[in-house]
Nanobody
Framework: QVQLVESGGGLVQAGGSLRLSCAAS????????MAWFRQGPGKERDFVAT????????FYADSVKGRFTISKDNAKSTTYLQMNGLKPEDTAVYYC???????????????WGQGTQVTVSS
């Protein structure tokens, strides 16, 4: 019954904004840390941001720091990624992830979502 479902992806122009959502159900209603990863064409799946269950600990990849904001609403079992100042190099499939502890790499992920496409045009 574990499920993570991303939404909010789409096509935007450089400099624009998008807000991604990750809705969790099943055992992911538990006190999981959450994270976002992304995978561009021909690239590996890279860490983007993570947040502890309480929201007290947050870390970002250097490439998105100052532009992206991760947040969560535990009452709604939903994690968000607000993306501002988007650049063409941000184009990727964005994946939601959950783990028992704060997530900084893929090996710490227990559950993955299916991904949502973000395309940034120049």
């Amino acid at each position: 019954q574990v499920q993570l479902v991303e939404s909010g992806g789409g096509l935007v122009q450089a400099g624009g904004s998008l807000r991604l959502s990750c809705a969790a159900s099943g055992r992911t209603f538990s006190r999981n840390a959450m994270a976002w990863f992304r995978q561009g064409p021909g690239k590996e799946r890279d860490f983007v941001a993570t947040i502890s269950w309480s929201g007290g600990s947050i870390f970002y990849a250097d490439s998105v720091k100052g532009r992206f904001t991760i947040s969560k609403d535990n009452a709604k079992s939903t994690t968000y990624l607000q993306m501002n100042g988007l650049k063409p190099e941000d184009t990727a499939v964005y994946y939601c992830a959950a783990g028992r502890n704060l997530i900084l790499k893929g090996s710490q992920v227990d559950y993955w979502g299916q991904g949502t496409q973000v395309t940034v045009s120049s």
